[in-house]
């Protein structure tokens, strides 16, 4: 975002840029909450905002290295699994043996670093996990100690739920691009994205469509004056791609 037009966006000298902070549910693939802030805000400043719940599981990456907030996590009897920093201070208190197949190694720490002591002091299970469709090795921390190191490693996958679903948007909903300047009309645009995925997504699953979500939007963006019963419209639309029928760009929501 250019800053001399979005001059609220603080982020560089030059550019100006804003981030949702969003807890997806991996369950109902909608999104249950989320903060928008300016692009200079750090990650971990949202997590205080999110809404916990206790025994659920919270995905978080690298960025999210908040162990107080953590902390709080752990207390509610709620779990989560962060990706530890390459600079992480701490001493190894138990290793476990007989390891499952790309699990390098599953061992019960205790945090050493000044700040992270004090506002973590209980023992920790961190999990390295070699990925072999990236080539590359995964350090995990968590608190769920009842959970096998490669179910650590799959709840972590479930984390890119949330980049296909920011990829939807800016692909389907037209939020590249903003029609107003100010805060409050970005906000707007924003708000107005996410409902509209989530009122797809509901449609989706309540009607048990056997379509993807994104002919499920072209279907009704194009039958928006249309007053034929929604189970009537998805049984008559024969087609299985919009693209078919529209062209590859076809008609969104956000097109006027």
Not at 94 to 120: A, E, M
């Amino acid at each position: 975002m250019c800053l001399a037009v979005f001059w609220w966006a603080k982020f560089r000298k030059r550019k100006g840029g804003i981030k949702v902070h969003t807890l997806y549910d991996v369950e109902t693939q909608i999104p249950a909450f989320f903060h928008i802030t300016e692009a200079a805000v750090h990650d971990s400043t949202a997590m205080k905002e999110i809404p916990y719940e206790s025994g659920s599981y919270y995905i978080f990456d690298r960025a999210y290295n908040n162990f107080k907030m953590l902390h709080k996590i752990h207390q509610i009897e709620a779990y989560f699994v962060v990706r530890a920093k390459k600079n992480l201070q701490y001493k190894s208190i138990k290793w476990k043996r007989r390891l499952p197949k790309n699990v390098l190694s599953d061992v019960t720490i205790g945090l050493t670093g000044f700040y992270p002591k004090q506002y973590y002091s209980e023992a920790l299970r961190l999990v390295r996990y070699w990925d072999e469709e990236q080539k590359r090795e995964f350090v995990f921390l968590t608190n769920a100690t009842h959970i096998s190191a490669l179910q650590v490693a799959e709840l972590y996958k479930n984390r890119w739920q949330v980049e296909l679903f920011f990829k939807w948007l800016k692909q389907h909903l037209k939020i590249k691009k903003f029609w107003g300047t100010t805060e409050n009309a970005v906000r707007i645009q924003i708000y107005a994205a996410i409902c509209t995925y989530c009122l797809v997504a509901i449609i989706q699953h309540d009607m048990q469509l056997d379509r993807s979500t994104y002919e499920v939007l072209q279907i009704l963006s194009i039958s928006l004056t249309d007053k034929t019963h929604l189970r009537d419209l998805f049984d008559k639309t024969k087609f299985q791609n919009d693209k078919e029928r529209c062209g590859p760009n076809g008609p969104s929501l956000f097109n006027f």
